[in-house]
């Protein structure tokens, strides 16, 4: 279990690069009291928990579905497919979010979304962190679903929770720090941690990939009668 929710950190913090690239101007858009830091803190962590708390019950759902195919005896082929979807996506860079778009019904999904999420910035500006958080935590992200993959992989209902759990962690510091201090994350510096993701990516895909394959060699022992030394 430590190393399923090592993976999921790690996926977080290639996760946390990526959002400060993409998803900064949404959290820059985010108004925070200026007449108190402590305020401003628990605004931008209100925020950065309602983005987690859906992740969580994406890892719930995931993880129900993984626990079904784990009854039917998928479980260690469902980690080596994660790992190898991690593997690809590090190799080559996939563009997620331009096929994410491409599916039927994500655009207007996503306009749902941004629509309800500008309402509440207008309607409760510092009054709704939470929900916009949620509402963010639902937006099309391939590395939030590469994630929900490891929760399947999971297979199981509050390991899965707990993997999109630690996923979320490891997102946390860096757009925490971008929402309260935006001055000191130039977007040089954003580019810079963005190239560090696919590496990042390459080292959770090994991860899964070493779970998958670390076979339950008890079936074999039992299966094979111990060998014994005769003495004439």
């Given at each position: 279990?430590?190393?399923?929710?090592?993976?999921?950190?790690?996926?977080?913090?290639?996760?946390?690069?990526?959002?400060?690239?993409?998803?900064?101007?949404?959290?820059?858009?985010?108004?925070?009291p200026?007449?108190?830091?402590?305020q401003?803190?628990?605004?931008?962590?209100?925020?950065?928990a309602?983005r987690?708390?859906?992740?969580?019950?994406?890892g719930?759902?995931?993880?129900?579905?993984?626990?079904?195919?784990?009854?039917?005896?998928?479980?260690?082929?469902?980690?080596?497919?994660?790992?190898?979807?991690?593997?690809?996506?590090?190799?080559?860079?996939?563009?997620?979010?331009?096929?994410?778009?491409?599916?039927?019904?994500?655009?207007?999904?996503v306009g749902?979304?941004?629509?309800?999420?500008?309402?509440?910035?207008?309607?409760?500006?510092?009054?709704?962190?939470?929900?916009?958080?949620?509402?963010?935590?639902?937006?099309?992200?391939?590395?939030?679903?590469?994630?929900?993959?490891g929760?399947?992989?999971?297979?199981?209902?509050?390991?899965?929770?707990?993997?999109?759990?630690?996923?979320?962690?490891?997102?946390?510091?860096?757009?925490?720090?971008?929402?309260?201090?935006?001055?000191?994350?130039?977007?040089?510096?954003?580019r810079?941690?963005?190239?560090?993701?696919?590496?990042?990516?390459?080292?959770?895909?090994?991860?899964?990939?070493?779970?998958?394959?670390?076979?339950?060699?008890?079936?074999?022992?039992?299966?094979?009668?111990?060998?014994?030394?005769?003495?004439?």
């Amino acid at each position: 279990m430590f190393a399923l929710f090592a993976t999921a950190l790690l996926l977080g913090v290639a996760g946390s690069l990526h959002c400060v690239g993409m998803c900064g101007p949404l959290m820059l858009a985010m108004p925070l009291p200026s007449n108190s830091r402590m305020q401003a803190f628990g605004h931008a962590l209100g925020y950065q928990a309602g983005r987690i708390g859906t992740y969580v019950l994406l890892g719930l759902l995931f993880g129900l579905l993984g626990k079904g195919l784990s009854v039917a005896g998928f479980q260690q082929w469902l980690s080596v497919f994660a790992g190898v979807l991690l593997l690809i996506a590090a190799f080559f860079s996939l563009q997620w979010e331009s096929t994410l778009w491409n599916i039927p019904g994500a655009q207007k999904a996503v306009g749902f979304l941004r629509r309800n999420i500008g309402r509440l910035l207008r309607e409760r500006p510092t009054g709704a962190t939470l929900g916009l958080g949620m509402l963010n935590g639902l937006l099309p992200c391939g590395l939030v679903y590469a994630a929900a993959a490891g929760a399947v992989a999971a297979a199981d209902v509050w390991q899965g929770a707990g993997f999109m759990f630690f996923f979320g962690l490891g997102t946390l510091p860096l757009p925490l720090m971008l929402m309260l201090g935006a001055g000191k994350l130039s977007l040089d510096w954003r580019r810079r941690l963005r190239f560090m993701q696919p590496f990042l990516m390459f080292a959770a895909g090994v991860l899964l990939l070493y779970r998958g394959f670390n076979l339950d060699l008890s079936l074999f022992e039992s299966a094979v009668p111990p060998a014994h030394i005769d003495c004439h």
